[in-house]
């Protein structure tokens, strides 16, 4: 039994100490915006910050996480709010959005240390492989968010998103449970 805690909850899984934390958060807690990219720590996908730290959960097991506090996308801001998802969404630097979890986490864990880095840290400290390019835009993302995390520039651009999870179903026919009917305001 591996005991650690996942965006601020405790957690244990009964899995092989040698599964990767990767799998642990996806299959085992359901926290799915960590993805799957190479499953050999090139891409940058599956980050995840643990105790801090911005690392590829593909190459992290349960077992070396036990005992840590690991913070997925989905812990970084219950609502979207956080400084880097504010502001990757204000310089539109999302195209199809399977990096961007692992970006945020890494410049929210560069951010942290460094609130203005320069291009070459940014750099060094996101990896991780974007197919669709954004790079330049990221760059300019990051600087917004460190501008905002310092209280120096707000991100007007993007507010977080009004709706909740459970209120989604009546704006997004798809999501309705089978059989309910559109609910009509």
Not at 44 to 60: E, I, K, N, Q, T
Not at 91 to 108: L, N, R, S, Y
Not at 111 to 117: A, H, T
Not at 155 to 164: F, K, M, W, Y
Request: aromatic share 2%.
């Amino acid at each position: 039994m591996t005991k650690m805690t996942v965006n601020n909850r405790p957690v244990q899984y009964l899995l092989d100490p040698d599964t990767p934390l990767l799998w642990a958060l996806r299959d085992a807690s359901n926290l799915t915006g960590t993805k799957y990219g190479c499953g050999n720590g090139d891409c940058g996908a599956c980050m995840v910050l643990v105790d801090g730290v911005a690392l590829r959960s593909c190459l992290v097991t349960i077992a070396e996480a036990e005992g840590r506090l690991i913070t997925t996308i989905e812990g970084l801001s219950r609502d979207r709010s956080h400084p880097v998802q504010q502001a990757l969404v204000a310089e539109q630097a999302i195209q199809c959005g399977f990096c961007t979890p692992g970006i945020a986490i890494a410049a929210a864990a560069l951010l942290e240390d460094n609130p203005s880095p320069s291009r070459e840290e940014m750099d060094a400290a996101i990896p991780n492989l974007c197919r669709c390019g954004v790079y330049p835009r990221l760059v300019r993302a990051i600087a917004r968010a460190g501008e905002a995390a310092s209280g120096a520039r707000p991100i007007e651009a993007a507010p977080p998103p009004a709706i909740a999870p459970e209120e989604a179903a009546r704006e997004v026919p798809a999501l309705r449970p089978t059989g309910a009917q559109p609910q009509r305001n």
